[in-house]
Structure formats: C-alpha cells, structure tokens
T-cell receptor, first 114, second 113 residues
Framework: AQSVAQPEDQVNVAEGNPLTVKCTYS??????LFWYVQYPNRGLQFLLK??????LVKGSYGFEAEFNKSQTSFHLKKPSALVSDSALYFC????????????FGTGTRLQVTL | NAGVTQTPKFQVLKTGQSMTLQCAQD?????MSWYRQDPGMGLRLIHY???????DQGEVPNGYNVSRSTTEDFPLRLLSAAPSQTSVYFC????????????FGPGTRLTVL
C-alpha cells in the first residue's frame, strides 16, 4: 500500500517570506511524486513532479520541491511567497512502473498575507 | 486542446435518483480515473480505466458504475444517489508511459438531498 502525509492542515506566511509545505510518503519501490495546487472552485493544476534524477525539482510559478529518499519526503518550497499563492496544495505519490494509480495527501491550505 | 472536460458543473439530486457525470479528454490518454474530494480527506479514487473496455475499482467504488467504450469518454454513473455521495467529483487522465502526469478536469459539485 502507498500513502502520503501532509502534516499541516494550514500554513500561514507573510508575503515575501519563504514558504514550505511538507509532504512525506510511503511506497514500495521507487516513488513518483507530484504536487498539485487547487484554487477555490477549480480543478487541480499540476505544479511539478519528481521521477528520477536531480533531487531538486523546479516547477510552475517559482515553486520547487526537494526529494529526500532517506527521509521519504518531498517538501514544496518557494523563496518568496505571493498573496496569489494562497490555495490548497496536494502532494501525491505512485509507485514507479505502475499504471498511474495516484494516492493523494489530505491537502495543506496555504494562506499568504500582506 | 480542451484537455479534460466534465459536465455538468453543478447538480442537485434527491435521494434515490440516478444520474451520469460525463468526462471526456482529447489528449488520447489511455488512463482515465474518477476521484471524489471531501473536506479533510483529500482525493479518493473511485474507479479507473487503463483503456477502452477495461475498468477497475479504486478505493471507494460502492454506489458508482463506470464504463469505457471509447478512449475519449469515461462516464461515472450514480445508481441510486445517497446524501453520503454529496461531494466534488474530478475526472483525470494520463498516458501510460513512465512519469506521465495526470491532468484533471474542472470538477462537478454534486449535492444529494
């Protein structure tokens, strides 16, 4: 079985400050890891993914994530938060080689204030 | 490309009614899936399909039926709606190559009274 934990229901950060949204995973074999963002009343938008290679992955809107195999983590980061980054963020995992069954975390709401 | 489209956007049903949520994709993706999103529970997989004529159950399949007669379409049927099926439903699609990204539709907000 595979699982994802997002330990924080909400993260609050001031605009201009760095942000981190945490994600840890459990999967047998090598993981494929994804971050999605959901704005109010919208579908999920793909941000970035780790498949293989460099542990630091860069994605859309200035976001990046670092894959840490020993800690089984894939935290989402951004050096300088914007109010427009306020949204619900989901981490997801699937096992490499499988037919794309993604398992999602419960989501973390990011609130960026002026 | 329209990507993944879903209809309707909103629906209100009475307990016991049936309905079909439509999903279509124009990216020639083999894999399609249905999720439901409930507060505090993330997205849970209902059913999925790896190609036309092939479907399988996900994590929460009870009360839902699917079929896949074409690559493009993957409708979700509620057989006899219950208040517990009040949720937001998302359809998604992806290719089957290693590392392919799953893309989501805009969602259908369903309320069962």
């Amino acid at each position: 079985a595979q699982s994802v934990a997002q330990p924080e229901d909400q993260v609050n950060v001031a605009e201009g400050n760095p942000l981190t949204v945490k994600c840890t995973y459990s999967v047998s074999g090598n993981p494929y890891l994804f971050w999605y963002v959901q704005y109010p009343n919208r579908g999920l938008q793909f941000l970035l993914k780790y498949i293989t290679g460099d542990n630091l992955v860069k994605g859309s809107y200035g976001f990046e994530a670092e894959f840490n195999k020993s800690q089984t983590s894939f935290h989402l980061k951004k050096p300088s938060a914007l109010v427009s980054d306020s949204a619900l963020y989901f981490c997801a995992v699937r096992r490499a080689g499988t037919a794309s069954k993604l398992t999602f975390g419960t989501g973390t709401r990011l609130q960026v204030t002026l | 490309n329209a990507g993944v489209t879903q209809t309707p956007k909103f629906q209100v049903l009475k307990t016991g009614q049936s309905m079909t949520l439509q999903c279509a994709q124009d990216m020639n993706h083999e894999y399609m899936s249905w999720y439901r999103q409930d507060p505090g529970m993330g997205l849970r997989l209902i059913h999925y399909s790896v190609g036309a004529g092939i479907t399988d159950q996900g994590e929460v399949p009870n009360g839902y039926n699917v079929s896949r007669s074409t690559t493009e379409d993957f409708p979700l049927r509620l057989l006899s709606a219950a208040p517990s099926q009040t949720s937001v439903y998302f359809c998604a699609s992806t290719g089957l190559s290693e590392g392919d990204t799953q893309y989501f539709g805009p969602g259908t907000r369903l309320t069962v009274l």
